[in-house]
């Protein structure tokens, strides 16, 4: 199983990007994925999470409203539009799957995890 997350760079305060994350090797649409980050000396905290249904998603407090996350079964891709970003947004961003037979959006217990993209954001 491998994850792929792309689309991290840096950007200034109120940009928008969008990350991407191809998974390959598994059924993907068998697996809830979710996004979490790490911001430099903090724990990696959970952002946001779709299930195997594309209609079921969860997000953490801190980014409902501006950040929404995606999939394309087809593509066997999972995306989060970012949009209005702030300076404390700055992390690594990963995306994780995690095999489930519910089509509900998981927040913990994810099996395998991506190497993690960068995005830096200026004040």
């Known amino acids: 199983v491998q994850l792929q997350a792309s689309g991290g760079g840096l950007k200034q305060a109120g940009d928008s990007l969008r990350l991407a994350c191809a998974v390959s090797?598994?059924?993907?649409?068998?697996?809830?994925m979710g996004w979490f980050r790490q911001a430099p000396g903090k724990e990696r905290e959970f952002v946001a999470a779709?299930?195997?249904?594309?209609?079921?998603?969860s997000y953490a407090d801190s980014v409902k409203g501006r950040f929404t996350i995606s999939r394309d079964n087809a593509k066997k891709s999972v995306y989060l539009q970012v949009n209005s970003l702030k300076p404390d947004d700055t992390a690594v961003y990963y995306c994780?799957?995690?095999?489930?037979?519910?089509?509900?959006?998981?927040?913990?217990?994810?099996?395998?995890w991506g190497q993690g993209t960068l995005v830096t954001v200026s004040s």
């Open positions: 994780a799957a995690k095999f489930t037979f519910s089509s509900l959006p998981h927040k913990t217990g994810y099996d395998v």
């Open positions: 779709i299930g195997r249904n594309v209609a079921s998603t």
């Open positions: 090797g598994v059924t993907f649409s068998n697996y809830g």
